[in-house]
């Protein structure tokens, strides 16, 4: 077994926290399961995980309950074109490479055999609201503009993204969307593509897609630009093509504590007391994947919610997707919010 594969390894007995750690730490978006003889038993991916996340896994849960059992492999003895072929085929990202009695060897991944390929996806960035929460902060300034770490917020969330491969972006303005033209300008300074999209009034999030320079020919990110967050897009992205939505919706955990003892009743009967119970519901994240033909739905110029979108989506029966965030996420909307964030950026939560 190649060494450099060594780190992506866990036990069939491991749990999902393990499968996560060892997913956050090889960077692949996998792990492998091997027995203690070297064999392959499963593959666990970063969309697997998110997928037990949705039908109620928590972390302590058996990595078992989500890991593939007869992942698709090829042999050491193939060479590399067999498995450039497989992973064409399958539109795999990965191949588990074995011997004939089934011992992990090696992990080819696709931009290793194929090479990689530049990431030409768009991210549209909602930069057009006015920040009521933060006033007076926002007074004289939009939310965008307000500082985290030194740097407005904006640009650590285009820095980010650029971290990540991505380098087209839209920015969507209305208020004050002078200062965000003459700061970002075309995107030179920071190696980036930026275009803008002028809101004369107020357009929605996704009203305001109707306004796009030039229609992506791809899925494209959609993100506010009021959140800070460390989620893998590469991952969004491939989690968006595997489900084959038409659009992807991004969900954070939000436990709310009731701060009484709730009662249960039989009729009249009192049967039961919980103490301040805590309730987990998956909220909007303010980011999403939309397939280009969406952009059909949209009238030029009319306000349209992206929440408004979804539920067209969903009365017509098409397949919108959902995709839990597990990583850092921070909405600035209220300047406790803008504090919180500061502060994780000097510890080096934020990014």
Known sequence: ????????????????????????????????????????????????????????ADLDTPVASVMHTNPVVTNASDGPEAARRLMRERNLH??????????????????????????????????GGLGKR???????????????????????IIRNLLGQGFSRFTISVNYRGDMLRDYFGDGTRLGAEIDYIDED????????????PSRPQTPFIVMNGDILTSVPFESLLRFHEETGAAATMCARDYTVQVPYGVIRMDGSRLVDIEEKPMHSHFVNAGI????????????????????????????????????PIREYWMDIGRVEDLERARADFEMGRAK
């Open 201 to 212: 009034t107020p357009m929605g999030t996704a009203g305001a897609l109707s306004l796009l």
């Open 94 to 127: 990965h191949m588990p490479i074995v011997d004939d009695s089934g011992l992990l060897v090696d992990l080819a991944r696709i931009d290793e055999v194929a090479g990689p390929a530049p990431n030409a996806t768009r991210v549209v960035l909602m930069a």
């Open 288 to 323: 999403y994947v939309l397939s280009p033909e969406l952009l059909d739905d949209l009238e030029r110029g009319i306000p349209l919610d992206m929440t408004s979108l979804f539920e067209r989506l969903i009365a017509r029966g098409d397949h919108a997707a959902v995709f």
């Open 134 to 156: 933060l006033r007076p902060l926002t007074e004289s300034i939009p939310k965008p503009m307000l500082p985290v770490g030194g740097r407005p917020l904006l640009e650590l």
């Open 1 to 56: 077994m190649r060494e450099e594969i060594t780190h992506l390894l866990i036990s069939p007995d491991a749990t999902l926290r393990e499968a996560v750690a060892t997913i956050d730490r090889g960077a692949r978006q996998i792990a492998l399961v091997v027995n203690g003889d070297g064999l392959l038993v499963a593959t666990v991916t970063d969309g697997d995980v998110r997928r037990g996340l949705l039908k109620g």
